[in-house]
């Protein structure tokens, strides 16, 4: 039995893609096919854009998918949430929908967008978020170029922001932040309810986390004398518990660790000077806790 599972085409591709191939999987793509190959019996995978994924999982035309809060919420899709993942197309993180408006206009909240009209391709959750503060204003569906459209065509624009960057190359401003958004892998409801499906996404879900947890970390080993490891350890952060096994020299320790790969280079040299020797780093691609 194979768990038909969705990869979202477009920005989150190749992101997603790369966080498969540090969880295990190695996913091929060509442009000309929609079914891209997976080194997994188990596993058939379909392109499908974000937008639409949630409505496939909860039709079952596939068991499972991944793509944004977002776009459950704007679809109101009934589906299971297995993990949230913390990734996006430029960083590992969250995305915002924001309102924002021309930075020349008068418009300071949402509340002086009564009457007015906003564009947007989150349309549903942009609606739920005016009647929410009791603001009545028109919401046009925008099919791309959001940022380009006030003043001319749209007052305000709800539209998704990583960085901000786009906005204020657009001369825009945000007035206020209408989501939060981070990508999901989600499963039909009665995939989820059967026993093996079940356990194969767990088992993805596992893989996946383990991938995001060691982005950014790395490990290092080292040998020190028993003498020296009170200062290696003084070096050493204090929160990261090393894994410390003898050598066959009963003089000498391995220690073993997992630190932040920021800190590597500022931590190596003072792990040299405090006795030990033969460091190395080597990169990460999963961390189950």
């Not at 539209?159 to 901000?164: A, C, D, L």
């Not at 020797?277 to 961390?287: F, H, M, Q, S």
Request: a neutral charge.
């Amino acid at each position: 039995m194979k768990v038909k599972l969705g990869i979202p085409k477009g920005s989150l591709e190749q992101a997603t893609i790369d966080l498969f191939r540090r969880a295990g999987f190695h996913i091929s793509t060509s442009s000309r096919s929609y079914f891209p190959s997976i080194d997994d019996p188990e596993i058939e995978c379909m392109m499908i854009r974000a937008q639409e994924m949630a409505r496939y999982v909860e039709d079952g035309v596939l068991d499972a998918g991944l793509t944004g809060l977002d776009w459950v919420l704007e679809t109101e899709a009934r589906v299971q949430t297995v993990a949230d993942l913390i990734y996006a197309k430029q960083s590992f993180g969250k995305v915002r929908w924001v309102l924002a408006a021309p930075e020349a206009s008068p418009f300071q909240t949402v509340k002086d967008l009564e009457g007015k009209i906003i564009a947007t391709e989150l349309v549903g959750v942009t609606r739920r978020y005016l009647e929410k503060h009791g603001v009545r204003a028109k919401v046009e569906f925008s099919w791309g170029a959001t940022e380009v459209k006030p003043p001319v065509l749209a007052d305000a624009i709800v539209e998704v922001t990583e960085t901000g960057s786009s906005l204020r190359a657009n001369k825009l401003r945000i007035l206020d932040t209408v989501l939060e958004s981070n990508t999901q892998l989600i499963a039909n409801l009665d995939s989820w309810a059967d026993p093996v499906k079940r356990r194969k996404l767990e088992d993805i879900r596992m893989l996946l986390e383990g991938a995001i947890a060691a982005l950014g970390k790395v490990g290092l080993m080292l040998n020190v004398s028993k003498a020296d490891l009170p200062k290696v350890l003084a070096v050493l952060p204090a929160l990261k518990k090393p894994t410390i096994s003898h050598l066959s020299d009963e003089g000498w320790l391995a220690v073993n660790t997992v630190l932040d790969e920021s800190t590597v280079r500022i931590i190596i040299p003072r792990l040299k000077e405090a006795g030990a020797e033969g460091i190395v780093e080597y990169p990460l691609n999963k961390i189950v806790l």
